[in-house]
């Protein structure tokens, strides 16, 4: 017998002796138990070592010792498991013991998410104005300005286009539309008359943010386009509309106005649904609310995508979200939209 050989069966030896007086049964708990696992199995136990020392004697040799290592190591690793199994059962149960909690009882109901009051609104605002015939359409948030002013009879000098209002792209002559009226110029383009479509969306303006202004809101406009179509049509939907928001008791007042991209236009108010017209806080003592701005399409806007306006004819009109929102669920910071979601449970 070899010398390497004769030293590691008693390296062997003193090994078991150790393993037998420090037997894994002992372990009363999961932490000594590594620290068990470790002494013995872990990357520099010594066990682990032992075995690492069979590639230094002779094959026949490593023929020998190399089984009888490998059971040892496989007798080990299973008491380990069984113990560490009925240990952690201890660890469970006095878990459960601690916590004092009852496995039995039904678990704690998962709570729910609600939509945002914004998205609730353009929702309901979306479905009323669906069921008055007009479809969806929906277009870029950074656009030409082709599409948010040229097309909508927006003249270059106009004050919309200053800096000021618009929020351009640097290096580019691309922006981040005012409103949503370039998807109505879209839906033209890609649509044969007669047509109704709505565009709601986000739109970006460059202003200071207040208790009434946002850089950044929401908006509705509808479009209609078709063959003898007058402001009585406006009216009428408008009627339709603002009811079914605020009310079958409100009344519309229309007040005349100016946009470039309708022409006769429409400022359109509502009577104040708090007071029944009579005056108060919320109107300012006027009986009357601003909600929405609204026209008949100006011409130049139709001959802008190809329409004969001697044939077709249309109306326009678009309201803000968040003013609606505000009214209804008398919020009367904007901001509350954006920064402070339980202002709105």
């Given at each position: 017998?070899?010398?390497?050989?004769?030293?590691?069966?008693?390296?062997?030896?003193?090994?078991?002796?150790?393993?037998?007086?420090?037997?894994?049964?002992?372990?009363?708990?999961?932490?000594?138990?590594?620290?068990?696992?470790?002494?013995?199995?872990?990357?520099?136990?010594?066990?682990?070592?032992?075995?690492?020392?069979?590639?230094?004697?002779?094959?026949?040799?490593?023929?020998a010792?190399?089984p009888?290592?490998?059971?040892?190591?496989?007798?080990?690793?299973?008491?380990?498991?069984?113990?560490?199994?009925?240990?952690?059962?201890?660890?469970?149960?006095?878990?459960?013991?601690?916590?004092?909690?009852?496995?039995?009882?039904?678990g704690?109901?998962?709570?729910?998410?609600?939509?945002?009051?914004?998205?609730?609104?353009?929702?309901?605002?979306?479905?009323?104005?669906?069921?008055?015939?007009?479809?969806?359409?929906?277009?870029?948030?950074?656009?030409?300005?082709?599409?948010?002013?040229?097309?909508?009879?927006?003249?270059?000098?106009?004050?919309?286009?200053?800096?000021l209002?618009?929020?351009?792209?640097?290096?580019?002559s691309?922006?981040?539309?005012?409103?949503?009226?370039?998807?109505?110029?879209?839906?033209?383009e890609?649509?044969?008359?007669?047509?109704?479509?709505?565009?709601?969306?986000?739109?970006?303006?460059?202003?200071a943010?207040?208790?009434?202004?946002?850089?950044?809101f929401?908006?509705?406009?509808g479009?209609?386009?078709?063959?003898?179509?007058?402001?009585?049509?406006?009216?009428?939907?408008?009627?339709?509309?603002?009811?079914?928001?605020?009310?079958?008791?409100?009344?519309?007042?229309?007040?005349?106005?100016?946009?470039?991209?309708?022409?006769?236009?429409?400022?359109?108010?509502?009577?104040c649904f708090?007071?029944?017209?009579?005056?108060?806080?919320?109107?300012?003592?006027?009986?009357?609310?601003?909600?929405?701005?609204?026209?008949?399409?100006?011409?130049?806007?139709?001959?802008?995508?190809?329409?004969?306006?001697?044939?077709?004819?249309?109306?326009?009109?678009?309201?803000?979200?968040?003013?609606?929102?505000?009214?209804?669920?008398?919020?009367?910071?904007?901001?509350?939209?954006?920064?402070?979601?339980?202002?709105?449970?």
């Amino acid at each position: 017998m070899s010398a390497a050989r004769r030293d590691w069966e008693k390296a062997y030896q003193l090994l078991e002796t150790e393993i037998s007086s420090a037997a894994v049964a002992q372990e009363g708990d999961l932490e000594s138990l590594e620290k068990w696992r470790v002494h013995f199995l872990g990357r520099k136990g010594t066990l682990t070592a032992l075995l690492k020392t069979l590639k230094d004697l002779s094959l026949e040799d490593r023929r020998a010792l190399g089984p009888k290592a490998q059971e040892l190591k496989e007798n080990l690793e299973k008491d380990l498991n069984s113990r560490q199994q009925a240990l952690q059962e201890v660890h469970d149960s006095k878990t459960l013991s601690q916590n004092a909690m009852d496995p039995t009882l039904p678990g704690r109901p998962i709570w729910k998410g609600r939509q945002h009051l914004l998205t609730q609104t353009m929702r309901e605002m979306t479905d009323i104005l669906r069921r008055l015939g007009f479809s969806l359409a929906q277009g870029p948030q950074i656009e030409t300005e082709h599409y948010n002013f040229n097309a909508l009879n927006i003249p270059a000098d106009h004050p919309s286009r200053d800096m000021l209002d618009t929020l351009y792209l640097q290096g580019s002559s691309l922006l981040l539309r005012t409103h949503t009226s370039p998807v109505q110029i879209r839906a033209l383009e890609s649509q044969k008359p007669p047509l109704r479509v709505i565009a709601p969306g986000r739109v970006f303006r460059h202003e200071a943010t207040d208790a009434t202004h946002s850089a950044v809101f929401h908006q509705i406009e509808g479009l209609a386009v078709d063959k003898n179509i007058s402001f009585a049509d406006l009216k009428a939907v408008l009627q339709v509309f603002l009811k079914s928001l605020f009310g079958s008791s409100t009344r519309l007042r229309l007040r005349p106005s100016y946009f470039p991209f309708t022409e006769p236009s429409a400022e359109v108010d509502i009577s104040c649904f708090a007071c029944d017209g009579k005056g108060c806080g919320l109107c300012k003592q006027s009986g009357f609310i601003e909600i929405l701005g609204s026209g008949v399409v100006h011409p130049n806007v139709l001959k802008a995508v190809g329409y004969d306006p001697q044939v077709w004819s249309g109306f326009a009109f678009g309201i803000g979200v968040e003013r609606v929102a505000m009214l209804r669920s008398r919020v009367k910071d904007i901001r509350s939209f954006y920064e402070n979601l339980l202002s709105l449970a």
